[in-house]
């Protein structure tokens, strides 16, 4: 394995995470809904507790959280460009809810990738390297699978709603607890049922 590059995927997946709070922090003001509002919060919350994930990990293979990489400048640009979506569509509400929800499907599709990966190399390493990263990776993996899917439904259906189209809230992905892309699928094709 490359080890510069596994060492740029774990930076990366620290600012990820780190731009995730930010993110959060934004997303749960402009929520409407008070069970998105209630979702976001408690995503928020494992966010922070990813970053300290990472930290740690970080840790154990001897790395400044600190250090600079061009890949890192790249997701914390992304992440404040987001973020500055987010303020610049807080009139509205409606648009607002909806910006939002855009702005955490970007980031958690990143973030879901990193640590997607993350679980693909730690079973090329060894001793306390190997050990660290899939103890994290199975703490945070499902959580990541939420983010993302549960939060691609929400994106959906506030869309629909908005369009004053027939929506499910909460979203098929939240009621059925999907935690995979085939679940996810599987979600939107049930929708119809379920209005
Ligand atoms: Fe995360
Ligand atoms: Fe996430």
Same mark, same amino acid.
């Given at each position: 394995?490359?080890?510069? %590059?596994?060492?740029?995927?774990?930076?990366?997946? &620290?600012?990820?995470?780190? @731009?995730?709070?930010?993110?959060? +922090?934004?997303?749960?003001?402009?929520?409407?809904?008070?069970?998105?509002? /209630?979702?976001?919060?408690?995503?928020?919350?494992? #966010? *922070?507790?990813?970053?300290?994930?990472?930290?740690?990990?970080?840790?154990?293979?001897?790395?400044?959280?600190?250090?600079?990489?061009?890949? *890192?400048?790249?997701?914390?640009? /992304?992440? %404040? =460009?987001?973020?500055?979506?987010?303020?610049?569509?807080? =009139?509205?509400?409606? !648009? =607002?809810? &909806?910006?939002?929800?855009?702005?955490?499907?970007?980031?958690?599709? /990143?973030? $879901?990738?990193?640590?997607?990966?993350? @679980?693909?190399?730690? @079973?090329?390493? #060894?001793?306390?390297? *190997?050990? #660290?990263?899939?103890? !994290? $990776?199975? +703490?945070?993996?499902?959580?990541?699978?939420? $983010?993302?899917?549960?939060?691609?439904?929400?994106?959906?259906? &506030?869309? &629909?709603?908005?369009?004053?189209?027939?929506?499910?809230?909460?979203?098929?992905?939240?009621?059925? $607890? #999907? /935690?995979?892309?085939? @679940? !996810?699928? *599987? !979600?939107?094709?049930?929708?119809?049922?379920?209005?």
């Amino acid at each position: 394995m490359e080890r510069a %590059q596994l060492e740029e995927l774990l930076y990366q997946s &620290l600012e990820t995470e780190r @731009g995730g709070v930010r993110i959060y +922090e934004k997303a749960v003001m402009s929520a409407q809904n008070d069970d998105l509002k /209630k979702e976001w919060s408690e995503y928020l919350e494992q #966010t *922070r507790n990813h970053e300290r994930i990472m930290l740690r990990v970080l840790g154990v293979f001897r790395l400044s959280p600190e250090t600079e990489t061009p890949g *890192r400048q790249i997701i914390r640009a /992304k992440g %404040q =460009a987001l973020v500055d979506s987010m303020d610049a569509s807080k =009139a509205d509400p409606v !648009a =607002a809810q &909806l910006v939002a929800a855009e702005c955490v499907v970007e980031a958690e599709s /990143k973030d $879901h990738m990193n640590w997607e990966l993350i @679980g693909e190399v730690a @079973g090329k390493l #060894t001793g306390d390297e *190997r050990k #660290t990263l899939q103890d !994290a $990776h199975s +703490e945070v993996e499902e959580q990541e699978d939420e $983010h993302l899917y549960h939060t691609m439904g929400w994106a959906r259906e &506030l869309w &629909l709603e908005s369009l004053g189209l027939p929506a499910v809230l909460p979203p098929p992905e939240e009621k059925k $607890h #999907t /935690k995979s892309a085939i @679940g !996810a699928e *599987r !979600a939107k094709q049930d929708r119809k049922q379920m209005l």
